[in-house]
């Protein structure tokens, strides 16, 4: 993401984010109470050194269910401390004994049972309690907290969409020109993946070319709403509504039909994808519909703790947004749990070819 425009300036601070499993704290947040009877468990647990797929494995061979009968709203990272939302479907049997699962690296926090599936998204956001080690430039960092908690960052999609090294992304454009895919969540994955760096790129253009100004014929989004119109002129009342954060302007998320904005907009966003038109057409020809998300990405209960050279940051993201694009704005860091990672790989191969 290094190569993204940033919208106050690449940051002066260094700092290490993830030296521990606990500086990286996550926990979901559900729109809804568990109703306490039907025949899905919600399971609300705290896992650390584990990704969500393999508690999902362990519930489902706990349970003695097909994997396809647990679910989850959201995927978690392993290098963390995260509390998130599984569903298990056990119709016609009775409660298992859930706390016998507890371990060092997973809790079962509570469990109730719930009438409805759940499904993949179904968030509010997510509350993050983020530790930074070793941040060099406090200050720079605090100046930039005033201006995000203002107006936003960029609302990119994070590194972890596109895998270690972009892995997903490449595989993702393979899978388009061709390749065999069998796994449907696979392809969805590098699916998501090409159609993440599309709308990446847009913000990117759009950012450096015009900033955060209104555009005759943007497609703006009612704010916490996927609905969304065009602004063929920005009169008064419109000004108004955007300064209010009643709406907000948006990107695209690539797919077939015609591009959403109108005029000056769209004219825009047809030079930011004017190179990747083979991604275009293959997202266009894979049957997804065109969609807009929001240009920006705004944080909310924003603060922060100091002592000496650790900082403490507390916020709330909505569901579908990441955590890294907000630190991009503030830190230049590095992911001590990434970095250990790439030099382990560099070590394997290094001993494969000796």
């Not at 996550?26 to 399971?43: D, N, R, Y």
């Not at 993050?128 to 070793?134: A, D, K, P, Q, S």
């Not at 060099?136 to 999609?157: C, E, M, W």
Request: aromatic residues 8%; proline residues 4%; contains cysteine.
């Amino acid at each position: 993401m290094s190569e993204l425009h940033y919208l106050y300036g690449k940051p002066a601070a260094k700092a290490d984010l993830r030296t521990h499993n606990g500086d990286f704290i996550v926990k979901e947040i559900l729109p809804f109470s568990p109703t306490g009877e039907g025949e899905h468990h919600m399971l609300h647990v705290r896992k650390e050194g584990l990704n969500t797929v393999q508690v999902a494995e362990m519930l489902a061979k706990f349970a003695k269910v097909h994997p396809k009968e647990v679910t989850f709203a959201g995927q978690k990272d392993k290098n963390a401390i995260t509390e998130q939302w599984f569903g298990v479907r056990i119709p016609g049997k009775d409660t298992p004994d859930w706390a016998s699962l507890n371990s060092d690296k997973l809790t079962i926090l509570t469990s109730s049972r719930h009438s409805k599936k759940l499904r993949t998204g179904a968030l509010l956001g997510n509350r993050f309690i983020l530790t930074l080690r070793n941040v060099t430039d406090i200050a720079d960092v605090v100046t930039r907290l005033v201006s995000v908690a203002k107006t936003g960052v960029p609302n990119y999609f994070g590194e972890q969409r596109f895998g270690h090294d972009g892995k997903n992304l490449v595989l993702g454009r393979q899978m388009l020109a061709g390749r065999k895919v069998k796994d449907r969540n696979k392809r969805s994955m590098y699916l998501s993946a090409v159609r993440s760096h599309l709308f990446n790129q847009v913000v990117s253009y759009r950012l450096s070319q015009h900033g955060i100004t209104p555009m005759a014929g943007d497609c703006v989004m009612l704010s916490g709403s996927k609905s969304f119109f065009v602004a063929e002129q920005w009169d008064e009342v419109v000004v108004k509504r955007l300064a209010e954060k009643d709406i907000q302007l948006s990107a695209p998320l690539w797919g077939r039909g015609q591009i959403l904005p109108k005029g000056e907009a769209a004219a825009m966003e047809t030079l930011a994808v004017s190179e990747l038109s083979e991604d275009c057409y293959g997202l266009e020809h894979a049957g997804l519909e065109q969609e807009r998300r929001p240009l920006l990405l705004e944080p909310q209960g924003l603060k922060y703790q100091v002592q000496d050279d650790v900082m403490t940051l507390e916020f709330v993201l909505p569901a579908g947004s990441f955590a890294t694009s907000l630190l991009r704005e503030l830190f230049d860091y590095q992911d001590v749990k990434e970095r250990q990672w790439q030099e382990s790989v560099a070590a394997d191969k290094r001993t494969q070819e000796s």
